[in-house]
């Protein structure tokens, strides 16, 4: 007899005409499929059902439809529809135009450079998705669309809403994840914590900066779960060419304690779109598998992983209380008063935000034409100089150098190379000065006024009273004013 | 259609009123009450009237066990509940006595269930506090949504239906206001936070609201005048602990 959810071309299924097969995977396809009120063409996902219906893959459809309605921006596809779960699964959204990561996979290591480059694009979409509440807990090169707009997220069956029940999550105990990517804590029954997909992440990294999967593709669940005992061995000993930045971000990536990961998919980011400010621990130096004392180490951190009980914590909490907090300081005139101030509000702002990451930024003004002189009068160079002067004016705030980042930016608009640092790094919160008030400066519109306009994020602008008494406009140059 | 749940009302006027303001200006299509619209708070005659025009407007209210007291006696009530229903008993006319006991134990309505307590054995008026609490309501009922009261602490129990059921009964507990979707594979028992006598540790107002279309079920959360409704406690000469306990949402 034929199956009566058997679908073909041609046909019409609640008024979606099926164009033709995308994919066909071993739990069900992805038909192209119009719709006379839809323009633009579409796609659905469809399981294979056999008699006996599979429970787990009608919760994932109703997983995925409840999520995926409450997600928005572009790195997700847009939702537009979903199957009675009771007669035909089935979910519709927006066809995403690219190719999956899975299929730039090759044998072969990536340059570092290239693997930062994506690595970037799913951080990026990792950030977006906790910000929304919703950790994906199936991150693979499979599930990411390479897309002009970015990463584009797939396959929310198993993701979980930090607001909504966790279907799966009770209705079974076996871990659910892929082999390759699944992390140590999801193996341990916890379906709760963004930082799984940290782990996943580091896992494609690792995947494409040495052309091996870290801990294989194992189909038992005691293979899968070697991981939360035994360390990766290092990326470097499997691809020389692996540079200690990169080593140090995929490994800590890979750590078997949540909470010795990155804080956040926005840190991550930040490291990734930053590597020369990556700072290194023993995790960049390691070159080949431990010996027996460093895996026992391992195997003790695996063990203490499982038997603690599974966290609480909403995953966009986690993501905002792990900010990136960008200061932007003027030091043309050196450490002034204002400087000073700026620096005394950031002590305050840290004070509050303890798992925050600070990149200091200052910006270089570098002449519309014309060559910029290589060196100042004293025979310096003016980059170098300027970094000194930020990296000692940040001294004081007394963080370590894995909290506290230095960027010198060359750049002839001060405001927007701000801008286009906070949107690049998705910062979280800006902090600046600015200079008094006068009517020169309304006039030709200052830099703090541009950022705060244009920025994305809260802007803090910290204002010196004394200047409000001072002649303001005395004070022209290149201030970030 | 969307209906506006409401529920525990313990004779908190100034919470009532709160929450029919939210309610009225939501504007659902239809209002159940579940129960307990008397018993711990100041204001019992007030509060009768202010449900009995609601239920003359076409609400639904089910009986509480507070209300069930009012004309059975106090047996097997606490010390504290014993003593106000002591006390309402002496602050409600004829007229409310009389509604509140011709109140029927529970209300099914197409797919739904409304009832104060639980489906399995109401008259002994058992919470559903944990998922085994909800299995037995489960087979004691073939609605697909069962709304109840009575804990004051909201939670959701749900199970796969018909071919799909696996004999798991899940739970999920709002973190104060919340919104989740209702999948047809499913059938949900709903309880509701207390609109009186709050008891999750969010001293405001509680009560719910169904929508058939998106088919979702919501928790919803109003701040009313806690000072007020302590004071009036307080001045009726009951227990101290009825009017304490307010703030705390405890």
């Not at chain 1, 608009?413 to 910062?427: C, E, W």
Request: aromatic share 6%.
């Amino acid at each position: 007899m034929a199956d009566p959810l058997a679908l073909h071309e041609g046909m019409d299924i609640d008024g979606y005409r099926l164009m033709d097969k995308l994919a066909v995977g071993g739990m069900g396809a992805v038909w192209r499929v119009s719709h006379p009120d839809h323009a633009e063409t579409l796609v659905m996902k469809t399981p294979f059902l056999k008699s006996g219906a599979d429970v787990s893959t009608i919760i994932g459809y109703e997983t995925e439809e409840m999520v995926l309605k409450r997600l928005s921006g572009r790195h997700v596809p847009r939702f537009v529809a979903a199957g009675d779960l009771r007669a035909r699964p089935y979910l519709v959204m927006e066809l995403v135009e690219g190719d999956t990561l899975e299929s730039r996979l090759g044998d072969e290591p990536m340059e570092a450079a290239e693997v930062a480059r994506l690595g970037a694009l799913v951080a990026e979409a990792l950030d977006s998705l906790h910000r929304q509440g919703v950790v994906h807990l199936d991150l693979k090169p499979g599930n990411v669309i390479l897309s002009r707009r970015g990463a584009v997220l797939i396959d929310f069956g198993l993701a979980r809403h930090e607001k909504l029940p966790d279907l799966l999550g009770e209705e079974s105990d076996d871990p659910m994840g892929s082999p390759a990517t699944i992390s140590p804590e999801q193996l341990c029954g916890d379906r709760s914590r963004p930082e799984s997909d940290l782990f996943a992440l580091g896992v494609i990294l690792f995947r494409l900066a040495t052309g091996q999967y870290p801990f294989d593709e194992p189909t038992t669940l005691a293979g899968q779960k070697r991981r939360l005992y035994r360390p990766p061995v290092p990326p470097v000993s499997l691809n020389a060419k692996v540079p200690p930045w990169l080593q140090e971000i995929v490994l800590r990536c890979l750590e078997v304690d949540p909470g010795a990961r990155y804080a956040s998919a926005g840190q991550l980011l930040f490291d990734l779109n930053h590597p020369e400010q990556v700072s290194l621990t023993e995790r960049a130096e390691r070159h080949r598998e431990g010996g027996p004392l460093a895996r026992l180490a391992a195997w003790w951190r695996g063990r203490d992983l499982g038997q603690r009980p599974p966290s609480r914590v909403a995953p966009s909490r986690r993501a905002s209380s792990a900010p990136v907090i960008v200061v932007a300081v003027d030091l043309a005139h050196g450490a002034d008063p204002l400087a000073l101030a700026v620096r005394e509000h950031l002590a305050r702002v840290i004070a509050t935000e303890d798992g925050a990451r600070i990149a200091c930024l200052t910006v270089l003004r570098t002449r519309l034409v014309g060559e910029d002189p290589l060196r100042d009068a004293a025979g310096r160079n003016p980059y170098v100089v300027r970094l000194i002067a930020l990296k000692d004016w940040a001294h004081p705030l007394g963080l370590g150098e894995d909290r506290l980042s230095f960027h010198v930016v060359e750049a002839v608009d001060p405001g927007s190379a701000i801008l286009d640092y906070v949107r690049l790094n998705r910062a979280d919160h800006v902090v600046m000065g600015a200079r008094g008030a006068g009517a020169l400066r309304r006039h030709l519109g200052s830099v703090s006024s541009a950022v705060v306009a244009g920025a994305a994020c809260t802007v803090t602008v910290v204002r010196r009273k004394e200047d409000d008494d001072a002649a303001p406009d005395a004070r022209a140059g290149e201030g970030l004013g | 259609m969307r209906i506006a749940f409401i529920s525990d009302i313990h004779a908190n006027l100034q919470a009532l009123e709160a929450v029919l303001a939210v309610i009225d200006a939501e504007g659902a299509d239809r209002l159940v009450c579940l129960g307990d619209i008397v018993g711990y708070g100041a204001d019992p005659q007030a509060c009768v009237e202010l449900i009995a025009e609601r239920a003359r407007g076409g609400a639904i209210v089910v009986k509480g066990n507070h209300d069930a007291a009012v004309a059975n006696g106090v047996a097997g009530m606490s010390r504290h509940a014993a003593s106000a229903i002591t006390w309402t008993v002496e602050q409600l006319d004829g007229a409310a006595r009389a509604f509140l006991a011709d109140l029927p134990l529970a209300e099914a309505e197409d797919d739904r269930l409304y009832v104060h307590a639980s489906p399995a054995e109401p008259l002994s008026w058992p919470y559903i506090l944990e998922t085994a609490d909800a299995f037995a309501a489960f087979s004691a009922t073939e609605a697909r949504l069962t709304f109840v009261g009575h804990s004051h602490l909201p939670v959701l129990f749900h199970t796969l239906a018909g071919a799909l059921y696996t004999g798991k009964t899940l739970s999920f507990r709002p973190d104060g206001e919340a919104e989740v979707p209702l999948a047809a594979i499913r059938r949900y028992i709903a309880v509701l936070p207390s609109v009186g006598q709050p008891r999750d540790g969010n001293p405001a107002a509680g009560w719910g609201l169904y929508d058939s279309g998106s088919e979702t079920f919501a928790w919803r959360r109003v701040g009313y005048d806690v000072a007020t409704a302590q004071e009036r406690i307080r001045a009726a000469g009951l227990p101290d602990r009825l009017w304490m306990r307010l703030e705390l949402g405890r």
